[in-house]
């Protein structure tokens, strides 16, 4: 497989992301686990093999070191910008080529599922492309073609937005990729598809060994 992909993942401050888990883990901080979510996220991102390269978009420090060390480059975060004015300044500053945006909530993302949705996205119309979470109304990916802007609808029915700015839906089978976690309930779903080393080990889970790899 070609890596042609730059990923952007966007990460809110820690004490501010994931509000709706807060006290998912009563024996672990808050701030430990929403940590935990990105740097498992990045790090099935980094193991993909069409990614080229992975632009976390953060202005906390603990993120940005860890996710840093695991091989992601860091671009500081303009602070209360919002999460799709991160997309969109990762996606500046990765400059031209395909370029996706993805959530930083999917613990539980296989690189080999990640790198099917985004050999699909180069396939068909060129154009968008948008991939909806698990429940159906939200988006975890977003695409897009060399010298098309990702124009990035995230947030509340955003699924319904990206297609209505005309994204195309992407079609498949991603569990792990579609699994965004939310709430408890999302965790525990997670946790079925088999998290990543982070996220297991405050869950007190075994993480997988074969299954998150390529």
């Known amino acids: 497989m070609t890596q042609v992909w730059t990923v ?15 006290g998912a883990l009563p024996d672990q901080p808050h701030e430990a686990l929403a940590l935990a979510l990105a740097v498992d996220t990045v790090s099935a991102v980094l193991a993909c093999p069409v990614v080229a390269d992975v632009l976390v978009v953060t202005d ?6 860890e996710t840093g060390m695991a091989g992601a480059r860091v671009v500081p975060d303009r602070p209360a910008a919002g999460l799709n004015s991160a997309v969109r300044h990762g996606a500046a500053t990765a400059g031209a080529g395909w370029i996706a945006g993805l959530t930083a909530d ?3 993302l296989r690189p080999a599922e990640l ?7 180069r396939t068909g119309p060129t154009s ?6 698990a429940p159906g109304t939200g988006t975890v990916l977003l695409a897009a073609p060399p010298g098309v ?10 699924a319904a937005a ?16 579609r699994r965004d976690v939310d709430t408890t309930t999302d965790l525990a779903e997670a946790a079925r598809l088999g998290l990543g080393p982070r996220t297991a080990l405050l869950c007190g889970t075994a993480a997988p060994t074969a299954g998150r790899s390529v």
């Not at 952007?8 to 807060?22: E, I, Q, T, W, Y």
């Not at 968008?128 to 979470?133: E, G």
């Not at 990206?162 to 990729?177: F, M, T, V």
């Open 8 to 22: 952007v993942v966007p990460v809110k401050r820690l004490g501010v992301a994931k509000s709706r888990l807060r």
């Open 60 to 65: 906390d420090p603990a993120v940005a070191t």
């Open 106 to 108: 999917l613990p539980a």
């Open 115 to 121: 790198a099917a949705a985004l050999s699909a996205a």
């Open 128 to 133: 968008r492309r948008y991939l909806p979470d």
């Open 149 to 158: 802007p990702l124009n990035p609808r995230f947030g509340g029915s955003s």
């Open 162 to 177: 990206h297609a209505a700015s005309g994204a195309l839906a992407l079609l498949g089978d991603w569990p792990s990729l």
